[in-house]
């Protein structure tokens, strides 16, 4: 797993620190890294164009020998797409994202829609804080260690087609969501293992979590 940590709400040094361990490749978007250095974790990689990072942080990621890649404020690419694009070139398989939601809607929006582009990639890749897990489905996606918790389904395309649930308290099947209805929302996981079906489209997931590593198969 390659794991992203990005500069919107921080999450708790905790769940950093945990998913830093399970990772192969670390890259830290910019004030990302201050959130990885405050959680006592190195990243391998930090981008960016470094304009949210508080005065000192570049010599501490120096002093460890961190690989730097700096960016202008005058791009068209955001932080956290750079970051991607980075896990992607170094062949990244499973992509995990902190840090990416908070008050800024329009940044928290603009990460959802870069799980569209990795899964375009063939790339499984979800976003990750200390209360919930954001991921998308286009054909078929299990759920375990999930049983209770809250999770809302809605459509990233305009239509989703063939949308069969199994294990929840409210099951569809071979229903269809589009834009503007949106009919999915507040779900419960009832089952020990849960699945989600979809023929055509792409469905957005919101799962509410304790923070947990709950598994998205």
């Known amino acids: 797993m390659f794991l992203i940590v990005t500069a919107g709400e921080p999450p708790s040094k905790g769940l950093l620190s945990r998913k830093a361990s399970q990772a192969e490749c670390i890259i830290a978007a910019d004030r990302g890294a201050e959130y990885c250095l405050d959680a006592g974790v190195i990243p391998h990689l930090v981008v960016g164009d470094m304009d949210s990072l508080d ?14 890649k700096r960016f202008s404020t005058d791009k068209d690419q955001t932080d956290t797409e750079i970051a991607l694009m980075e896990a992607l070139q170094r062949g990244a398989r499973v992509v995990e994202i902190l840090g990416a939601l908070g008050d800024r809607f329009d940044h928290a929006l603009a990460n959802v829609h870069l799980l569209r582009m990795a899964l375009r990639h063939g ?3 979800r976003i990750t804080s200390d209360t919930q897990q954001i991921f998308l489905v286009d054909a078929e996606t299990s759920l375990e260690r999930c049983r209770g918790c809250t999770v809302s389904f ?9 949308i069969t649930l199994r294990g929840f308290v409210y099951e569809l099947d071979d229903a269809c969501m589009e834009i503007g209805k949106p009919f999915g929302v507040s779900n419960r996981v009832k089952s020990a293992k849960a699945r989600v079906m979809v023929k055509e489209g792409v469905l957005l997931a919101v799962l509410a979590t304790g923070g947990g590593d709950e598994n998205l198969g």
């Open 55 to 68: 005065e000192g942080v570049l010599p501490r990621l120096d002093a460890s020998g961190v690989v730097i």
């Open 123 to 125: 790339i499984q890749a």
């Open 154 to 162: 809605l459509p990233l395309t305009e239509k989703v087609q063939g």
